[in-house]
């Protein structure tokens, strides 16, 4: 990484701009092919069925009632916020409708108003991610409050607890995501009282608050406390390693960008993010985040091209001399574990990792 930072200042200029020639080149025939057209249809069909399947589980919890049998409902619930929020995700990136409006009222109405997910407090989240990712001081991404995914990161002094967590954490990474259900909620809630710029607080406050005051009250009404309780740590719990699981092979393990190194656009998002291969199945389960690269390249493709976009895009990587990471669900999961533990037993070189490989990469784009 040394050899990285020592050249970072000296990149010529005029690179860069090739670099830009080169996603112009490739967004060309992208835009040729119809890649960017909007998938009414697609989208229609899932903005209608999500809210009815929600309002179907919510009517079968009510007439199952009181009983244990409810774990199962909870397991479902957790399924189905999940999927919501993938659709948001889609919405929140302008791939749903040409107008910016609708995208938004949809990613309130989906996120804030159906799953308890501040949209704004995730969209400033995300776009400040999309624009750097990996990127140390940029990418909110790597930025954890318990995992360390930075040597930086892991270097800083904390508390006992922390400390020991995260010289535990490729151990106890599975283990920690059933908690960022709570955590997604607690800093959606944290974001719309919270001074500062926020577009539409006040929707998105009434939205969180019928939300989770209104789940509350159903939960509690329909269970007995101790029924209750279960269910709630059962269905966040699991909503919550459900998108950790579906976020975390994407950039995890793949490199840290100094932040002095200049990356044009193509290589910015290609080389700092992982596909997961796999089948429609996979795409349905991922939301598809498992176009990670397709995705970080075109925010704004719908999410049916994911699939047909990304061997078009592997393809011109290829001639570019562009590393395209692509590999299974299970070996993602490796790669992250095997990352993040280097990073939490003090692993200095955040570069050597189960993809250092890519490290001559990055290196030539600095010569």
């Excluded at 919890?61 to 999927?83: C, S």
């Excluded at 940029?138 to 904390?158: G, Y």
């Excluded at 995890?252 to 992982?274: A, C, N, W, Y």
């Amino acid at each position: 990484m040394d050899g990285i930072r020592s050249t970072a200042h000296a990149r010529p200029r005029d690179a860069v701009s090739r670099g830009s020639s080169t996603f112009t080149e490739l967004a060309q025939q992208v835009r040729e092919r119809g890649l960017l057209r909007r998938r009414y249809g697609y989208y229609w069909s899932k903005l209608i069925g999500a809210p009815l399947v929600l309002a179907s589980c919510l009517l079968v919890f009510i007439w199952i009632g009181d009983t244990w049998w409810q774990l199962f409902t909870a397991v479902a619930l957790a399924i189905i916020f999940t999927q919501i929020a993938f659709l948001g995700h889609d919405a929140a990136h302008r791939q749903i409708f040409v107008s910016g409006r609708w995208n938004d009222w949809i990613s309130l109405i989906l996120g804030d108003l159906l799953v308890g997910m501040s949209y704004g407090w995730w969209r400033h989240k995300h776009t400040r991610h999309h624009a750097n990712p990996n990127k140390l001081g940029a990418d909110p991404d790597i930025e954890l409050p318990v995992i360390a995914v930075t040597a930086e990161t892991a270097a800083k002094h904390h508390g006992i607890l922390v400390s020991w967590l995260r010289a535990h954490q490729g151990v106890l990474f599975f283990p920690i995501l059933f908690f960022e259900g709570i955590s997604l909620h607690a800093s959606s809630v944290r974001r719309v009282f919270t001074r500062g710029r926020l577009e539409r607080r006040w929707v998105e406050l009434t939205f969180l608050t019928v939300r989770m005051v209104g789940y509350l009250v159903l939960v509690f009404l329909v269970l007995s406390p101790g029924i209750a309780f279960v269910f709630l740590g059962v269905q966040l719990g699991l909503f919550g390693f459900y998108m950790g699981v579906a976020f975390a092979p994407n950039h995890k393990g793949m490199p840290i960008v100094p932040r002095e190194l200049t990356l044009d656009f193509l290589r910015r998002q290609v080389m700092m993010s992982r596909n997961i291969r796999g089948n429609r199945a996979l795409d349905i389960a991922m939301g598809g985040l498992n176009y990670q690269i397709e995705h970080h390249l075109f925010p704004s493709m719908p999410r049916p091209h994911l699939r047909r976009a990304a061997p078009m895009i592997a393809a011109y990587c290829r001639e570019q001399g562009v590393p395209y990471t692509q590999v299974g669900l299970f070996a993602s999961y490796a790669i992250v574990i095997r990352y993040i533990n280097r990073v939490g037993l003090g692993e200095r070189d955040v570069f050597t990792c189960p993809l250092a490989d890519q490290r001559s990469h990055i290196g030539a784009l600095t010569t």
